[in-house]
DNA sequence: CGATCCGATATCTCGCAGGTATGGAATGAT
DNA sequence: ATCATTCCATACCTGCGAGATATCGGATCG
């Protein structure tokens, strides 16, 4: 059976051209050098040396398999380096989902990025899609990481952890009488409004949230259309179906026919960014994790 | 120091799953095959498996190396196919050489490009050099074989080998009186004519074979202008410079201006095809020699 | 709670990698 | 020629470590 003491020991001899000299610098003796390059020599079934006078040299089989053995020795030489990385999470396949509304935050699309600069051996797979199909396939394991809006029931049992607290914005047709409002305006002058709102799905969200808000604020909503997703929300404020409330950075979206106003006065309404993981997620998920939890203690 | 023995048995315990059943898998008994599992953790500096109660399971790091683990495997067992290839001359480097009249044979280029599909592990390098460089490169070791037109001297100790006697060819100008003569020429009807002939350099070659047969054919050539190189000779005849006589096969050329007329009555005046190769040349060249040959005897 | 399963640990042994001694072929100096 | 030198090959011995045997220990399950 060829192993890989055969290979150190031809790569030796061929550098070398002589089997004592190579012997001495492997730290061991000529006879029994003699007999491995025998060995090898039967396992491949042919001569891999011309023995001379003055030393050995490689025969054309001896060539190519000195340039095969040496590759094999770098591949073997790897292995810890390469055990070592895939364990702290340096290597493998990383698949990330995010709600449609985190996927305007400028801290997720430029933190997944910056992740996959630093640790290019990790594969990433991202997923766009709703908080319920998210939770199901974290659960399931299909999906390592997700950046969710709002805290899912206590479902599977996740890792829930709050990154940053995004201010709210109100979502007006551009026609209405508060868009002028640029400085803001506060939760109250929006009482008489009929309300679109993102539906209410896996566990309180954002909508609960909403609801709290403005009754904390004095009035209790009236509700008219919910949309299946954050953006389709403006896309109903564009036609004119009522206002809503938004995280703030949706205004990226840049949706025609509405304006985004800060929202004054929000009492105690805002849009959380949540990083939900299994625990004892794959070691590229715990390096993710970490990742990410440290960027954002550095963004507040 | 890691072995691949090591590699052998990690894998045999990722497929099985199973400390117990992958060692009777390997016909060992199952604590020597713990121990060199443990070994080998010890040796990239990561644990490989997840101990379960029913058996083992991949860590992330060890699924890394499981991969890394079956390419350098399937090398190594891959290496006495490979040194078998290589020992017959299925593998390696073929530097073939050709003067540039030989060039013009379609048995040269036919039989090299059929070399090279035939076995696409040779690489094959061509060059195209005098007679005397052709002779110098050989037995220099540059080359491996060389298809050449007339025997050099008793040089260096080179294998010639025939290969095919190609009929001559006269090379008339365009506005010769005799190229009309489209269904041939005698060497007699050129003896007024001056020649101009392919340059003598290392040994006896077509030059003196040419002089010989003009000589059988009663008469003296006038010689003129030398050509370095067999085309060069076409160049000059279009120039008016006189006659020339060539291997027929240079009629592919299609110099402006030449027309080559076939050579009747020749008096033993041929145009051979030659292999030169070294004796004990490399594996690769006894191969290339064999297929040249047995294709030279299948043409004629 | 015993039965069972499976990996870990402890200890022994024997095969083989490696050591020692020497042969033998080719080359070069005298 | 002859002897010295240089290297690889051969013969035989030794000691380490892969592998065998026996047993333990923890987890699961009827």
Redesign the interface.
């Known amino acids: 059976?060829?192993?890989?003491?055969h290979?150190r020991y031809l790569v030796a001899v061929a550098e070398e051209g002589h089997v004592t000299r190579a012997a001495a610098r492997l730290g061991i003796q000529q006879p029994p050098l003699t007999r491995q390059i025998h060995d090898l020599e039967a396992?491949?079934?042919?001569?891999?040396f011309d023995r001379t006078p003055r030393g050995v040299r490689l025969?054309?089989?001896?060539?190519?398999?000195v340039e095969?053995?040496r590759?094999?020795l770098d591949?073997?030489a790897?292995?810890?380096d390469?055990?070592?990385?895939?364990?702290r999470?340096e290597?493998?396949r990383l698949a990330v989902g995010y709600t449609s509304s985190a996927a305007f935050h400028p801290f997720v699309v430029r933190e997944i990025r910056a992740f996959g600069q630093a640790f290019p051996g990790v594969r990433l797979v991202l997923e766009e899609e709703s908080t319920a199909e998210l939770v199901r396939d974290l659960a399931g394991g299909r999906l390592d990481a997700a950046f969710l809006r709002a805290p899912p029931g206590e479902a599977a049992d996740l890792r829930i952890d709050p990154l940053l607290e995004e201010p709210m914005a109100a979502a007006l047709p551009a026609g209405h009488p508060l868009a002028a409002r640029t400085e803001g305006v506060a939760l109250e002058d929006l009482a008489g409004e009929t309300f679109v709102l993102y539906r209410r799905l896996a566990g309180p969200g954002l909508y609960d949230a909403i609801i709290a808000a403005c009754h904390a604020a004095g009035f209790s909503p009236m509700v008219g259309q919910e949309a299946p997703r954050m953006p389709s929300t403006l896309s109903l404020v564009a036609a004119g179906l009522g206002v809503s409330l938004t995280p703030a950075s949706m205004r990226r979206l840049n949706v025609e026919g509405v304006t985004l106003v800060p929202l004054t006065r929000a009492h105690g309404l805002a849009a959380p960014l949540l990083l939900a993981t299994r625990p004892q997620g794959?070691?590229?998920a715990e390096r993710f994790r970490g990742a990410i939890l440290a960027a954002a203690r550095l963004e507040t």
Request: charged share 15%; aromatic share 0%.
């Open positions: 059976m060829i192993e890989l003491r290979l396992a491949v079934g042919a001569p891999l025969t054309e089989a001896g060539e190519a398999v095969a053995a590759t094999i591949q073997a790897a292995l810890p390469l055990a070592g990385r895939a364990a999470g290597r493998g794959s070691a590229a």
